[in-house]
């Protein structure tokens, strides 16, 4: 008899476990199905250089995060601001996430000492990067279009 009892206690648990392991299933975003070639975030960096300086920007629809620095004087500083709706459309408004697949990288220049952009563009779908791709004149001018624009809303020591 406590041989059956144990069987059934187990199988009731065993039970118990897969109800609460289905009734956890992570229900999918409305949002993040919603479109996925939506752009979520774009990212724009200049790293390099004999100081090693960097500045990076991150883009989101409601905010903008801005940092700057050189790693041989150990400088930092950083500023962030709320946008709205229609700015984050302004400044997105120039790329195209059909054609950003066309783009093309070109070589690294931090082995020579140079400075390298790097743009970063979040779909839900996938994210896009480009090191160097000014070097495309056929299809960075989206991308170019996008710093003008970002420009608009930096403040001068970020620009």
């Known amino acids: 008899m406590p041989t059956t009892r144990n069987i059934h206690l187990k199988i009731i648990f065993l039970i118990l476990l ?3 392991f289905f009734s956890c299933e992570k229900q999918k975003s ?3 199905s919603k479109n996925p070639n939506e752009i979520t975030s774009i990212r724009l960096s200049h790293i390099g250089g004999t100081m090693g300086e960097y500045r990076i920007i991150k883009v989101t629809k ?4 801005a940092e700057k620095g050189a790693t041989a004087n150990k400088t930092h500083q950083e500023w962030a601001s709320a946008i709205n709706i229609d700015t984050w459309k302004r400044l997105r408004s120039s790329i195209n996430v059909k054609d950003l697949d066309q783009i093309k990288s070109s070589p690294s220049q931090q082995s020579v ?3 390298d952009e ?3 563009v979040r779909t839900p779908k996938k994210i896009h990067i480009y090191v160097n791709s000014f070097a495309d004149t056929e299809h960075y001018p989206q991308l170019q279009q996008f710093k003008e624009q970002l420009d608009l809303i930096l403040p001068q020591e970020y620009k």
């Open 113 to 115: 000492d140079g400075i």
């Open 62 to 65: 409601d905010s903008v995060f």
């Open 118 to 120: 790097t743009f970063q």
């Open 30 to 32: 409305p949002v993040a």
């Open 18 to 20: 897969l109800s609460a």
